[in-house]
């Protein structure tokens, strides 16, 4: 049984594409990702601070059932993250606490901003991944291209399932994912397990199936959509409950989620003000009748807070936004732009196979078109 990796370039950013036999390929990409992972999962303030949380005996109680479940329900997952480990040399136990951050409880503010619409004929989803800056230099685009599964692409944190950001697979599906602070998690599996094991799904209707049917402690809420497909779907998983909405339904309307629930009962989450405010913002939308892909960037990755919901580490705010995705459903192609970068477009099967030669860049970075 044997791997391979071979690095491709997103425009400016690092894509790696790993092929081969499950465990051979994570423990392959712990390996050679050793120094990143190391630095996320090693020696962040992240790994410090949740290793302070886990100190609290209910925390750790509350932390070493959910490993369980997680271990007992999805072992493909969990074998993922044990060979990422051996791998790197680092220990599990490290790469649990990160994956199952979400799953623990409140204290944890992380972000993330997406929306769906329709416009005419035309489907598009867009996905700001929010994070602390410290992880930027460490991010990169992955493609899995694993024996007996279909290909995916994710963004991905080292250290991490890759599942918990942006998805797209073979079969044309694409999701992003936001969290949702939990006041009392379940007792179920991690979300990020959950979330990893989704990635195998033909269709939007399998994905939304599972997630009615496959509780996670934490919570996520899913923006989906499928290349031909003529709605978007939004589903909030969240401590064991479940609820959606459709594009479908909605006449004129941006579909958003930030941080906090919207369709599940309030009383499940603990909003934050930063999510609060980015979900006035999102309130305000309506969906754009020119230029979808621009619109989608204006309001993501040009726009600070409150114009928009780029994050900027400012004030009392301590996440960035590190990429934003624009994915046209309809024309079955990518837009990326990554943090101080120039923005990449690509059809969405390529993206999913690796196939770099057919990327167009914008012309512009970013922060030249924030104000």
């Known amino acids: 049984m044997s791997a391979t990796i071979e690095e491709h370039r997103l425009g400016e950013t690092s894509w790696l594409v790993v092929t081969g036999e499950r465990r051979s390929a994570f423990r392959l990409l712990g390996q050679r990702e050793s120094r990143r992972i190391h630095a996320v999962a090693g020696e962040s303030k992240a790994i410090h601070r949740l290793k302070a949380r886990v100190s609290s005996p209910q925390t750790a109680e509350n932390l070493a059932a959910v490993r369980e479940q997680s271990r007992l329900t999805y072992p493909d997952q969990w074998a993922e993250l044990v060979a990422m480990a051996e791998g790197a040399n680092i220990p599990l136990d490290n790469l649990v606490l990160l994956n199952l951050r979400g799953d623990l409880g409140t204290e944890e503010k992380i972000g993330c901003t997406d929306l769906a619409f329709r416009n005419d004929d035309a489907v598009f989803l867009a996905h700001n991944e929010d994070g602390s800056p410290e992880f930027e230099p460490y991010c990169v ?43 009392a998690p379940a007792a179920a599996p991690g979300r990020h397990f959950v979330a990893r094991a989704l990635q195998g799904c033909e269709t939007i209707t399998e994905v939304v199936d599972r997630l009615r049917d496959e509780p996670s402690a934490g919570g996520f809420a899913y923006t989906i959509g499928q290349v031909g497909h003529p709605h978007a779907i939004q589903v909030e998983a969240a401590a064991g409950f479940y609820a959606y909405r459709s594009t479908r339904y909605a006449d004129d309307a941006v579909l958003w989620h930030t941080n906090h629930l919207l369709n599940l009962p309030s009383s499940l989450d603990v909003p934050s003000d930063n999510s609060l405010t980015r979900a006035k913002t999102a309130a305000t939308w309506t969906t754009p009748h020119s230029q979808p892909v621009d619109w989608c960037l204006q309001q993501l990755a040009r726009a600070p807070m409150p114009q928009g919901v780029r994050r900027d580490a400012a004030g009392d705010d301590n996440l960035v936004t590190l990429v934003t995705f624009v994915v046209d459903l309809s024309t079955a192609t990518v837009t990326v732009a990554p943090r101080g970068q120039v923005a990449v477009t690509i059809p969405a099967d390529d993206l999913v196979h690796a196939r770099s030669d057919r990327q167009a860049s914008r012309p512009e970075r970013r922060e030249e078109l924030a104000e």
């Open 141 to 183: 685009m992955l493609t899995l291209r694993l024996d007996g599964e279909p290909a995916v692409t994710t963004w991905w944190y080292p250290g991490f399932l890759p599942s918990n950001t942006i998805t797209l697979n073979e079969y044309g599906l694409v999701w992003g994912i936001d969290n949702v602070r939990v006041a």
